[in-house]
């Protein structure tokens, strides 16, 4: 069985690293799924969840990232996250705080760039909120 090293990381730390069969993850343009021997990319990724099929565990990883940039090699996978999140430190209560407190600051506006600001941190907690709803229906 082929497989591919796969790395997670963020400014604050490396989220995940090991060998798996498949990535499932956000890009700019759409989910990609990824498996070994994939053609080399360089992408954007959106806020979302990024989904490991690691060698060997029947469950998959689960890693909420906040946007970042994708490289893919044939025999590796590496995630550079703005803001990384494993699957089980998710806080949904923050999240939620986090979206309330972005809407607000849009209705709340003194800027362009504060309303562009505000709307990239309600994208991000809605797809925090998301993630961690799948991530819940996937690890019963």
Do not use: W
């Not at 591919?4 to 090991?18: C, K, L, N, R, T």
């Not at 407190?101 to 505000?118: D, F, Q």
């Amino acid at each position: 069985m082929a497989t591919m090293h796969v790395d997670v990381v963020s400014a604050e730390a490396s989220i995940f690293e090991g060998e798996a069969e498949f990535v499932a993850l956000p890009g700019q343009d759409g989910e990609l799924g990824i498996m070994p021997r994939h053609v080399p990319l360089i992408t954007r990724i959106r806020p979302g969840a990024v989904r490991i099929k690691v060698v060997g565990q029947s469950h998959e990883e689960f890693v909420f990232v906040a946007g970042g940039i994708l490289e893919i090699q044939p025999d590796a996978v590496t995630v550079l996250a703005d803001t990384a999140i494993r699957g089980a430190d998710l806080d949904e209560a923050k999240a939620e705080a986090a979206r309330k407190a972005a809407e607000e600051a849009m209705v709340n506006r003194t800027s362009e760039l504060e309303y562009a600001k505000a709307q990239a941190e309600l994208a991000s907690a809605v797809a925090q909120i998301a993630s961690l709803r799948r991530y819940r229906r996937t690890s019963r």
